[in-house]
């Protein structure tokens, strides 16, 4: 959806303009809205929401396996960034 509020191209860099703007200059941009502007804007936060509360949920579903729950065995498993434990060799 591409709305044009003061400037900003779509809703989505207007509403990240509005997160850095102190509270009270908040409601005051937001009181200049239209009332159909404000019911696009709702509806971009509730996508927006959706969409995080989604990959919050995969994140956590992420962590939550291990070797006892995952659909794949170690050896397929990507390794982990940590960092890896070296075998000595013998000399």
Known sequence: MLIKIKGKTNL?????S???TPPERERQQLEK????KLIALVLTMQ???AALQARVQALHDQIAKDSHN???P?????KSSGTRHHR???K
Do not use: D, F
């Not at 989505?12 to 990240?16: D, F, K, P, T, V």
């Not at 809205?33 to 159909?36: D, G």
């Not at 170690?74 to 990507?78: A, E, G, L, T």
């Open 12 to 16: 989505a860099e207007y509403n990240s």
């Open 18 to 20: 509005l997160m850095s």
């Open 33 to 36: 809205l239209t009332k159909s």
């Open 47 to 49: 996508e927006q929401m």
């Open 70 to 72: 995952s659909s794949k």
């Open 74 to 78: 170690p050896s397929i498993r990507p």
């Open 88 to 90: 000595s060799v013998p």
